[in-house]
């Protein structure tokens, strides 16, 4: 701990906020930890004052965290208001302008934080510090999604945003007196007005590069994403950098005093970034070189270790919810894979501006910005290589000559050849791109990483750097290991004896889908999906979407059967895209659902099964029971199949979108389940005290889309669930809804739960402490060797 105590410091920092994440730490237990950090730092251990740090840093960073979570006001959530602020930033799509709006006003008395704002109207020439008023509902951002899908929820806070709008009418009301506001509009402006002589092409690529706003059109982001160069779009180290070297080479003439030359160059790249919002990345890239600086002027060799270190540091207890900000992750991984990884990759004999060393440095980063890529945008692309060999250096000199043409705009005759050179340039890097996606188009492949293979790839990484640094001693040590080996034996047999004796519970999701139904059981041998979701909106069933990427990130890769409840689209919508990915599947339900199925849905499918009244059908430690299917009813809701599926010893009670007739027609039937699935989304409809007290469930799952137009579900009907001390889960507040089934019971877990649940049901976990485990001894005999204790 001596050697990198701010390394160690992170760390703990990191799995301070990964745990309270998890587990909601209560303030009495901080409290205590803290004091315990306090006690530590006094007593007269070097290492002990070190942890004592890390844990009082932790304790404040957590603090606040918690302060950032009491600032979401739910009464707020899906009310309307008159909405005024003033616009921080905005970034405009083809189909629609986002707006940052702070300095908020809720019906002109109350106030709130940061919201932003979705704006799809006519006005156009909205900017930075004008003042906007319009009428809509103000929302509070829930964790209501699926694993692997793009957390919105941790995003807004991570940028200190805690409520959410749309709008598609607003009006301009005046002009902020914020100075920092009104600063940043003409910055703005004025780099809108100088770069608005280039080509449309260029001047977005450069107006994004220089506000840290990607304003591509979607069709270029879709490419720099395949080439994994997105990074050049946003703030980050590259182009601090480039000012900062810029500013130096400019300084030169004017100042001769080292010292001096950096601090002005400091505090112009300071005004920069606060104009800029201070992104994450350009945080991190200041830190840095701020560092660097300290160094230089105590004459400290600067270890990036350290800086990288330091850095997390400050950033985390600045803002914690950092940790869950992309640009954090990937900015720190590209400067851990240079740190770590390029030293043991790269040529010596050649210089590090070498295509040779150029190449190991890509990989170096990529090795560990990929699998979070993929995990993230679920794609990876052959092309890296010559998207960061190629286009990033192209791009660089674009970016130095466009900032030297700003510098110059005002010189007409220097103005026009540098307009030219960058056109020329960037039309150039555009053909580059476009041809490095069209030759490797064919190589890019959608792939799935979930949780498990993310923990898996960087615990391997951590254990091959390792063994990488030590490897001539671990080499000339090679009998000492060998009898290290030996002694873990034992060790070994245990793992292997806990990963044959875990046995994987039957697992039944209500998958977040929006407005529908869709549920998946998973056993060791089956995988069933009762009912698929879908949206009755056409042109926005981004449902199927939804459903297909949780399949993959499940890694399910076979569906043995649908069993669908009835036809309407919330429910039945993407049979399509479902036997697209996955070919003919089974579908077994009502009577006649074949032909409704090929009119509808304009699908054909062989293996269509008719569902029969009171059928059974057996399968490996689970029965589904068909309760009851009505025709005669003219409804669509009303001829929902009623299915009853026994898992082990519980029950589960799956009712379609059925009505109160329906419900009293088979009150006479055994509909006694330990879980029940709400009729018709919550409507008033549906959910007589006689059907529920008939089913006398311990939970109720209940899957709805937020804030839905058809303001379900029914506050009477949640009532009297409740009234019967009912559990309920709901999609729309809860997220995806997971229960493991055992022999004797079952347990539940909601979206904010999800990482427990990996925690308590993966064998990956046991790899996990396992692969831990072995470095923390390989290192320890590694040290005691390197003492010659051994």
């Known amino acids: 701990m001596k050697k990198y105590p701010a390394l160690i410091i992170a760390i703990i920092l990191l799995l301070g906020i990964i745990l309270n994440s998890i587990l909601n730490l209560p303030k009495n237990i901080l409290i205590v930890i803290l004091f315990l950090g306090i006690f530590l730092f006094f007593l007269k251990s070097k290492n002990l004052n070190y942890l004592g740090l890390a844990l009082i840093l932790t304790i404040l960073s957590l603090f606040n965290y918690n302060n950032s979570l009491n600032k979401l006001n739910p009464e707020l959530d899906g009310n309307h208001y008159i909405i005024s602020g003033e616009i921080k930033s905005l970034k405009k799509d083809e189909d629609k302008t986002t707006l940052i709006i702070t300095n908020v006003l809720l019906d002109s008395s109350l106030n709130t934080d940061d919201i932003i704002v979705y704006y799809d109207g006519k006005k156009n020439n909205l900017s930075v510090g004008d003042k906007i008023e319009f009428t809509n509902k103000l929302f509070v951002p829930i964790e209501n999604f699926n694993p692997g899908e793009f957390n919105y929820y941790n995003y807004l806070i991570s940028n200190n945003i805690f409520y959410y709008s749309y709008t598609n009418d607003l009006q301009v009301i005046g002009k902020s007196n914020n100075l920092l506001l009104t600063a940043r509009g003409n910055f703005f402006t004025k780099i809108n007005k100088v770069l ?27 490419l720099y994403k395949n080439l994994g160069i997105m990074h050049i779009l946003s703030v980050s180290g590259l182009h601090i950098i480039i000012l900062q070297s810029l500013l130096l080479f400019c300084l030169n003439f004017i100042i001769v005093n080292r010292n001096i030359k950096r601090i002005l160059t400091l505090v112009i790249i300071f005004i920069y970034c606060l104009l800029i919002g201070f992104p994450m990345s350009s945080i991190r890239a200041f830190i840095f070189i701020f560092i660097d600086f300290l160094s230089s002027i105590y004459m400290k060799a600067k270890v990036q270790i350290k800086t990288i270190s330091v850095s997390a540091i400050l950033i985390l207890l600045i803002n914690p919810w950092s940790i869950f900000d992309l640009g954090f992750q990937f900015s720190f991984l590209s400067v851990l894979g240079i740190a770590l990884i390029y030293p043991l990759l790269k040529n010596k004999n050649y210089a590090n501006s070498s295509i040779l060393n150029i ?49 110059l705009s005002l010189v007409p005759i220097v103005n026009t050849i540098f307009i030219s050179i960058i056109n020329l340039l960037y039309n150039i890097a555009t053909y580059c791109i476009v041809g490095i996606n069209n ?40 009998k000492k290991f060998f009898y290290i080996f030996i002694k873990l034996i034992p060790f070994h047999l245990i793992f292997l004896f806990f990963c044959t004796i875990y046995h994987s519970p039957i697992k039944f999701s209500m998958i977040n889908i929006g407005q529908g139904d869709c549920f998946l059981l998973e056993s060791k041998n089956y995988n069933i999906l ?64 074949a032909d409704i199925i090929k009119e509808k849905y304009n699908i054909k499918n062989d293996f269509y099964f008719e569902l029969k009244n009171d059928e059974n059908i057996d399968l490996e430690n689970l029965k589904i029971q068909v309760i009851g299917q009505n025709e005669k009813h003219n409804d669509e809701n009303s001829k929902s199949v009623i299915l009853k599926i026994k898992i082990y010893t519980n029950t589960i009670l799956l009712t379609g979108d059925i009505s ?33 007290n008939s089913v006398d469930p311990k939970d109720a799952l209940l899957s709805v889309g937020k ?84």
């Open 707 to 790: 804030n839905n137009i058809y303001n379900l579900p029914n506050d009477e009907v949640i009532k009297r669930y409740m009234e019967n001390n009912i559990n309920i889960k709901r999609t729309d507040k809860d997220g995806i809804v997971i229960i493991d089934f055992y022999k004797n019971n079952y347990n539940i877990y909601k979206y904010n739960e999800i990482i427990k649940y990996n925690i308590l049901n993966s064998t990956n976990l046991i790899y996990t402490i396992y692969g831990l485990i072995l470095i923390i001894i390989l290192k320890n005999y590694y040290n005691r060797m390197e003492y010659g204790e051994l």
């Open 530 to 593: 009762f009912d698929t979701g879908g949206s009755y909106f056409k042109g926005y069933n981004t449902s199927g979407e939804r459903l297909i990427n949780f399949l993959k990130y499940e890694k399910i890769k076979e569906i043995d059967a649908v069993f669908l409840s009835h036809f309407d689209e919330d429910h039945a919508g993407n049979i399509g895209i479902l036997l697209d990915n996955f070919g003919n599947i089974p579908i077994f339900g009502r009577i006649g659902g």
């Open 196 to 222: 608005s002589k280039l080509n449309p092409n260029s001047k977005d690529f450069l107006y994004s590069v220089i506000t840290g706003n990607n304003f591509l059109p979607g069709e270029y982001t879709n």
């Open 359 to 407: 190449l190991y440095l890509t990989l170096a980063i990529n090795i560990l910005i990929i699998p979070l890529q993929i995990f993230y945008f679920r794609n990876f692309s052959m092309a890296f290589f010559l998207g960061n060999i190629i286009v990033i250096p192209l791009l660089t000199i674009i970016i130095n000559i466009s900032v030297i043409y700003m510098c």
């Open 439 to 478: 030759i490797f188009e064919k190589f890019n492949r959608g792939m799935y990483l979930n949780l498990y293979n993310i923990v898996i790839i960087y615990i391997s990484i951590l254990l091959i750097l390792t063994i990488s640094y030590n490897f001539y001693y671990f080499k000339r040590n090679s």
């Open 660 to 692: 109160k007739e329906v419900e009293e027609n088979i009150l006479y039937k055994n509909l006694k389940s330990d879980i029940l699935k709400i009729p018709h989304h919550g409507s008033k409809t549906s959910s007589t005290i006689e059907f529920i």
